[in-house]
């Protein structure tokens, strides 16, 4: 049974277990909420109108989804 997080975000937890890593919060490089990275280095981040997580989530997801159909 997927946990919630894979059930809200399946394409994020995929990419989680299988292909890299996301960041979380901001710090003094970036004003990003949200930042998704692979071997290769940064794939996407959130841009600044994002005033959630859960917003800046959901825009990663819709972003993963059409990159891992590639």
Not at 2 to 8: D, T
Not at 51 to 57: G, I, K, N, P, S
Request: glycine letters at 6%.
């Amino acid at each position: 049974m997927p946990s919630p997080f894979a059930e809200a975000y399946p394409n994020i937890a995929h990419w989680v277990d299988a292909q890299g890593w996301i960041e979380i919060g901001q710090d003094e490089n970036s004003r990003s909420l949200v930042r998704c990275f692979d071997e290769g280095g940064m794939v996407w981040e959130s841009k600044r109108e994002h005033q959630t997580v859960d917003e800046a989530l959901q825009a990663l997801e819709k972003v993963l989804e059409k990159l891992l159909e590639e």
